[in-house]
């Protein structure tokens, strides 16, 4: 027997890869992270944990690949967050990734501490 995923929950997990050919600078994933991901979560008054980093990291912080692990979360008891909510922020960031030229791989799931 399966089981249907939720259609709302209080946090969703994020994972996956943004990875490119050429390194990618340390400065566009911090950009990414505050400008795309923590920025729409707050316009919605959504809250973001966890974090990201280099797979490979060259001397200058740079790196081919990097992976994103967080949870985007509810800011108030008794909020839940629609999966349609949670698409639209893979979708947003799948987005950016695409018009920076990287390649995006992964997605989100039901949060399972």
């Keep these: 027997m399966t089981t249907e995923p939720p ?4 946090e969703w997990e994020f994972a996956f890869d943004v990875t490119a050919s050429d390194p990618i600078p340390l400065r566009a994933m911090d950009d990414l992270m505050t400008e795309r991901i923590i920025a729409w979560a707050e316009a919605r008054r959504l809250g973001v944990g966890g974090g990201y980093g280099p797979d490979d990291a060259r001397p200058d ?52 501490p």
């Design 7 to 10: 259609d709302a929950l209080d």
């Design 61 to 112: 912080g740079s790196s081919p690949r990097w992976r994103f692990r967080f949870g985007l979360c509810i800011t108030r008891d008794g909020d839940v967050i629609p999966r349609e909510v949670a698409g639209e922020l893979n979708d947003a960031i799948a987005g950016q990734c695409r018009d920076s030229g990287w390649r995006f791989d992964g997605g989100f799931r039901p949060f399972d």
